[in-house]
């Protein structure tokens, strides 16, 4: 939705994925970037997008999404 988060002190910036080439541009080259969704297919292709298309290299995705999480707590 695009809204950010608040969680533990951190602050977490949402970005759809059809938003993700024009956020990019503001992004620090050296930033840790974390790519999360629900279940790890949007995250995947932002990773790869970033990776291959913008040069970034500190990038990690959750691999099966929020749901693994999820799941793991039931």
Same mark, same amino acid.
């Given at each position: 939705?695009?809204?950010?988060?608040?969680?533990?002190?951190?602050?977490?910036?949402?970005?759809?994925?059809?938003?993700?080439?024009?956020?990019?541009?503001?992004?620090?080259?050296?930033?840790?970037? #974390?790519?999360?969704?629900?279940?790890?297919?949007?995250?995947?292709?932002?990773?790869?997008?970033? #990776?291959?298309?913008?040069?970034?290299?500190?990038?990690?995705?959750?691999?099966?999404? #929020?749901?693994?999480?999820?799941?793991?707590?039931?």
């Amino acid at each position: 939705n695009g809204k950010p988060i608040e969680i533990s002190g951190y602050h977490w910036d949402t970005i759809p994925l059809y938003e993700l080439p024009n956020a990019s541009a503001k992004f620090a080259k050296d930033a840790i970037i #974390v790519s999360v969704c629900d279940y790890g297919i949007k995250s995947n292709a932002a990773l790869r997008y970033l #990776v291959t298309k913008k040069k970034f290299s500190n990038i990690f995705h959750l691999k099966d999404g #929020v749901s693994s999480i999820k799941t793991i707590n039931s």
